[in-house]
């Protein structure tokens, strides 16, 4: 069984930095899609950062040159180094990982940029 566990969210000023975590176990991390969500509230949720098991990278524009996806496959971890917060940054991130017609979410971590 998958399980996706989040951490490293919290309440960090514009211009800060933070790191997101998600441990995976249950799954070979290497032959997954692994991406990183958000939600704000009353919006819907949306890609931020996405990594394949080829270790090819995509971005949602508004994160581009901000935030960074990165997998160490040894710990079955996979990172979210977010740089530059901004308000609009602010919302509960996820953690998603699928193969084929099978996807795991993570129970979310929230994020809060405020001055």
């Known amino acids: 069984q998958v399980q996706l566990v989040e951490s490293g969210g919290g309440l960090v000023q514009p211009g800060g930095s933070l790191r997101l975590s998600c441990a995976a176990s249950g799954m070979i991390f290497s032959h997954y899609f692994m991406g990183w969500y958000r939600q704000a509230p009353g919006k819907q949720r949306e890609l931020v950062a996405a990594?394949?098991?080829?270790?090819?990278?995509n971005y949602a524009d508004s994160v581009k040159g901000r935030f960074t996806i990165a997998r160490d496959s040894g710990k079955n971890i996979v990172y979210l180094q977010m740089n530059s917060l901004k308000p609009e940054d602010t919302a509960v991130y996820y953690c998603?990982?699928?193969?084929?017609?099978?996807?795991?979410w993570g129970q979310g971590t929230q994020v809060t940029v405020s001055s």
């Open positions: 998603h990982v699928a193969r084929g017609t099978s996807g795991y």
């Open positions: 990594i394949t098991g080829d270790g090819s990278t």
